[in-house]
T-cell receptor, first 114, second 114 residues
């Protein structure tokens, strides 16, 4: 598609439950990025992929967060055993190539952990 | 790692006035500087970007300047309109180590009063 698609728009989970978010990059884009935006507007980089390969995972809290980009499937970000501080808007972005190319953002998934 | 400072955090102007938002970055390897506009409940939308081989770029009412020596870049919006009201984010990216992640400033909430 011509836009980055993210589902669901909103997700509510009880503390300790699992949350799974999905992202479909723009068709033809090879790079996918996940960012977390917390209440104070701050963006935190989580992980990036080049096609199905992890490109940079330096921002990922390894214990509970995992992500995948499999061929012919939307990319996913999964949080096991959610905590209150995981409440945030999670954005996916895609870019065409690696040469600091423009990143186009999706509409985000708002995760609320109760 | 990279750190991006953005000022001011809030900016209120009258319709028709100009608005200027300033950012500084710390990593001299950064070579890509996009600006995003985020409206309430939406994902960041790229409005203009500049690369380190250029000092200034203009697109209609929006311009960005870059001073690599001082490590700062600015967004200028002229003839502001109420629909320019949003949160604006600057960001910095580099190709260091193959990572293309963007590091964001904390945002400027711009209000254009009719």
């Amino acid at each position: 598609g011509e836009e980055v698609a993210q589902t669901p728009k909103h997700l509510v989970r009880g503390e300790g439950q699992k949350a799974k978010l999905y992202c479909a990059p723009i068709k033809g884009h090879s790079y996918v990025f996940w960012y977390q935006q917390v209440l104070k507007n701050e963006f935190k980089f989580l992980i990036s992929f080049q096609n199905e390969n992890v490109f940079d995972e330096t921002g990922m809290p390894k214990e509970r967060f995992s992500a995948k980009c499999l061929p012919n499937s939307p990319c996913s970000l999964e949080i096991q055993a959610t905590k209150l501080e995981d409440s945030a808007v999670y954005f996916c972005a895609s870019s065409q190539r690696t040469d600091t190319d423009t990143q186009y953002f999706g509409p985000g998934t708002r995760l609320t952990v109760l | 790692g990279e750190n991006v400072e953005q000022h001011p955090s809030t900016l209120s102007v009258q319709e028709g006035d100009s608005a200027v938002i300033k950012c500084t970055y710390s990593d001299s390897a950064s070579n890509y500087f996009p600006w995003y506009k985020q409206e309430l409940g939406k994902g960041p939308q790229l409005i203009i970007d500049i690369r380190s081989n250029v000092g200034e770029k203009k697109d209609q009412r929006i311009a960005v300047t870059l001073n690599k020596t001082a490590k700062h870049f600015s967004l200028h919006i002229t003839e502001t309109q109420p629909e320019d009201s949003a949160v604006y984010f600057c960001a910095a990216g580099s190709h260091r180590g193959g990572s293309e992640k963007l590091v964001f400033g904390k945002g400027t909430k711009l209000t254009v009063n009719p």
